[in-house]
C-alpha cells in the first residue's frame, strides 16, 4: 500500500481536517467558478475528489459533477455527505491513472495538491488520462504548491498546536535529485498515544508541467498565485494553472 492509501483511509484525517477544509471549499469553489468562467450546467470532473468537498459545493450550483477517488473511506464518506445536502453526484472508487469515461468533460479539477503523489512515469498516465476525459475546448485547472516558496522557506521540522491538546508535527525533506517533498506526520494525543504517516509529493517547476500538459494535449494558458487570480509569484501562496483541450 502506497502513502495515500493508508493517509486518506485513515480517520485521523478526518478528524483533522474535513471540519475545517469544508468551510474553506465554499469560498474555494465561488472562486474557481468565476476563474474558470464555468459555464451554467456544465460537466466537470473533480480528480481525486476526496470526501467531496468541491464537488458537493459544484453541484450546489447546479454543474453536472463526477468525481472519483482511490480510496474507498473517502468515497464512502463523499456519498453520504452529498445524500444529506441534497445533491446528486456520480462518486465513483477508481484509480485516477487508470480511469476512462464514456463521455468527456467540459471543465476537469485536480485540487488540493492531488497531482504527483506517484513516480514521474505514473503522474504522467494520470495526465494522459485526464487529458482523455477532458472534452476539446474544455478547461483543466490544477491546483498545486508553489514549489520556489516551499524550497526557499524549507522547515526540517513544523508544529502545530490544535484544539484538545493535540499536538501535530512534521519533519520535512526536500529530495533535490527526485525533485521531490517528503514528510513525516506525527499526531501526539493528550494521553500520550501518537499516531504517524509519510507524505510525499512530487514538486514539479512550471517549465516541467508545461512540457507534461503539452505532450498529453493541453494548451497551458495561465497560472495565478490563488483561486482569487493574483499574480503568480515566488512568494504566492499557490501555483494554480489553467489549461485548455487541444
Same mark, same amino acid.
Given at each position: 500500500?502506497?502513502?495515500? @492509501? +493508508?493517509?486518506?483511509?485513515?480517520?485521523?484525517?478526518?478528524?483533522?481536517? =474535513?471540519?475545517?477544509?469544508?468551510?474553506? =471549499?465554499?469560498? @474555494?469553489? +465561488?472562486?474557481?467558478?468565476?476563474?474558470?468562467?464555468?459555464?451554467?450546467?456544465?460537466?466537470?470532473?473533480?480528480?481525486?475528489?476526496?470526501?467531496?468537498?468541491?464537488?458537493?459545493?459544484?453541484?450546489?450550483?447546479?454543474?453536472?459533477?463526477?468525481?472519483?477517488?482511490?480510496?474507498?473511506? @473517502?468515497?464512502?464518506?463523499?456519498?453520504?455527505?452529498?445524500?444529506?445536502?441534497?445533491?446528486? &453526484?456520480?462518486?465513483?472508487?477508481?484509480? =485516477?491513472?487508470?480511469?476512462?469515461?464514456?463521455?468527456?468533460?467540459?471543465?476537469?479539477?485536480?485540487?488540493?495538491?492531488?497531482?504527483?503523489?506517484?513516480? +514521474?512515469?505514473?503522474?504522467?498516465?494520470?495526465?494522459?488520462?485526464?487529458?482523455?476525459?477532458? =472534452?476539446?475546448?474544455?478547461?483543466?485547472?490544477?491546483?498545486?504548491?508553489?514549489?520556489?516558496?516551499?524550497?526557499?522557506?524549507?522547515?526540517?521540522?513544523? &508544529?502545530?498546536?490544535?484544539?484538545?491538546?493535540?499536538?501535530?508535527?512534521?519533519?520535512?525533506?526536500?529530495?533535490?535529485?527526485?525533485?521531490?517533498?517528503?514528510?513525516?506526520?506525527?499526531?501526539?494525543?493528550?494521553?500520550?498515544?501518537?499516531?504517524?504517516?509519510?507524505?510525499?509529493?512530487?514538486?514539479?517547476?512550471?517549465?516541467?508541467?508545461?512540457?507534461?500538459?503539452?505532450?498529453?494535449?493541453?494548451?497551458?494558458?495561465?497560472?495565478?498565485? +490563488?483561486?482569487?487570480?493574483?499574480?503568480?509569484?515566488?512568494?504566492?501562496?499557490?501555483?494554480?494553472?489553467?489549461?485548455?483541450?487541444?
Amino acid at each position: 500500500m502506497n502513502w495515500h @492509501q +493508508d493517509l486518506y483511509n485513515r480517520q485521523i484525517y478526518f478528524d483533522l481536517y =474535513a471540519e475545517e477544509d469544508t468551510k474553506l =471549499a465554499v469560498q @474555494q469553489v +465561488d472562486d474557481l467558478v468565476k476563474l474558470v468562467d464555468i459555464a451554467p450546467g456544465a460537466s466537470i470532473l473533480d480528480v481525486c475528489c476526496g470526501y467531496g468537498r468541491h464537488a458537493i459545493e459544484l453541484a450546489r450550483r447546479g454543474y453536472q459533477v463526477t468525481g472519483i477517488d482511490l480510496a474507498p473511506k @473517502q468515497i464512502d464518506e463523499a456519498e453520504r455527505r452529498a445524500s444529506e445536502s441534497g445533491v446528486e &453526484i456520480e462518486f465513483l472508487h477508481g484509480d =485516477a491513472r487508470e480511469m476512462s469515461f464514456p463521455r468527456q468533460f467540459d471543465v476537469t479539477l485536480s485540487l488540493f495538491l492531488s497531482f504527483g503523489f506517484d513516480d +514521474d512515469e505514473s503522474n504522467m498516465r494520470m495526465l494522459q488520462r485526464i487529458s482523455e476525459a477532458t =472534452a476539446p475546448g474544455g478547461v483543466l485547472l490544477m491546483d498545486l504548491w508553489n514549489r520556489e516558496k516551499e524550497i526557499r522557506d524549507f522547515a526540517p521540522l513544523t &508544529i502545530e498546536e490544535r484544539e484538545g491538546g493535540i499536538r501535530v508535527e512534521k519533519r520535512w525533506e526536500f529530495d533535490q535529485w527526485n525533485g521531490r517533498l517528503n514528510w513525516q506526520n506525527t499526531v501526539r494525543f493528550p494521553d500520550g498515544t501518537t499516531e504517524e504517516w509519510d507524505h510525499s509529493v512530487r514538486a514539479y517547476t512550471l517549465v516541467e508541467l508545461r512540457h507534461m500538459l503539452t505532450e498529453v494535449g493541453f494548451q497551458p494558458e495561465k497560472v495565478y498565485g +490563488d483561486f482569487k487570480g493574483n499574480a503568480h509569484t515566488l512568494d504566492s501562496p499557490q501555483t494554480i494553472t489553467l489549461s485548455r483541450k487541444l
